[in-house]
Antibody, heavy 122, light 110 residues
Framework: EVQLVESGGGLVQPGGSLRLSCVATGFTFSSYAMSWVRQAPGKGLEWVSVISGGGASTYYADAVKGRFTISRDNSKNTLFLQMNSLRAEDTAVYYC???????????????WGQGTLVTVSS | QSVLTQPPSASGTPGQRVTISCSGSSSNIGSNTVNWYQQLPGTAPKLLIHSNDQRPSGVPDRFSGSKSRTSASLAINGLQSEDEADYYCAAWDDRLNGGVFGGGTKLTVL
């Protein structure tokens, strides 16, 4: 059974940093792209970033480019999102999601975690 | 303002057929496949349709997807009360070099 479990969310002040983690089980982690998608309270889904199965390719939304870094440790079946220079508008539930394919340029996400809430506020 | 445009709301009565549209451009829907997600209240999104018209295992055949040039549609036949949810279309955008979602459509079963 595929499972994705996010952690690392919490309350952080504007300008601060957080590192989200997503531990994956139930599939060959290195064979699939992994994505982060966020949802602000009461709002729609917003794509954040994706990393290819091998980790060589990464893509970011303009809203987070230069501030967020996606990475993965295939030996530990774990996906990360390092978030720096956080802003109030980054407040959201952050979901990690498994791609159906290995390539990074995909929006076909077949399994999702339960999400972790990030709140940026002073 | 989302890159993909969906109607904010849709509704139908049990048993009816409902369609939800998703309009994009040549750089996203026009050149990449469309995916649809269902998000029930308080839960994570679920992949409903991938590759324009393919249903993942376990998704009822009441749900179907189609695509034509720069637009796509999700159809739900035999509407049921448990279909009440938010629905999102999504595609890769070659110009943005990133993923894009529609703004979402809230489906109400009357």
């Amino acid at each position: 059974e595929v499972q994705l479990v996010e952690s690392g969310g919490g309350l952080v002040q504007p300008g601060g940093s957080l590192r989200l983690s997503c531990v994956a089980t139930g599939f060959t982690f290195s064979s699939y792209a992994m994505s982060w998608v966020r949802q602000a309270p009461g709002k729609g889904l917003e794509w954040v970033s994706v990393i290819s199965g091998g980790g060589a390719s990464t893509y970011y939304a303009d809203a987070v480019k230069g501030r967020f870094t996606i990475s993965r440790d295939n030996s530990k079946n774990t996906l990360f999102l390092q978030m720096n220079s956080l802003r109030a508008e980054d407040t959201a539930v952050y979901y990690c999601a498994k791609g159906r394919v290995a390539v990074g340029s995909t929006m076909s996400l077949d399994y999702w975690g339960q999400g972790t809430l990030v709140t940026v506020s002073s | 303002q989302s890159v993909l445009t969906q109607p904010p709301s849709a509704s139908g009565t049990p048993g009816q057929r409902v369609t939800i549209s998703c309009s994009g451009s040549s750089s996203n829907i026009g050149s990449n496949t469309v995916n649809w997600y269902q998000q029930l209240p308080g839960t994570a999104p679920k992949l409903l349709i991938h590759s324009n018209d393919q249903r993942p295992s376990g998704v009822p055949d009441r749900f179907s997807g189609s695509k034509s040039r720069t637009s796509a549609s999700l159809a739900i036949n035999g509407l049921q009360s448990e279909d009440e949810a938010d629905y999102y279309c999504a595609a890769w955008d070659d110009r943005l070099n990133g993923g894009v979602f529609g703004g979402g459509t809230k489906l109400t079963v009357l």
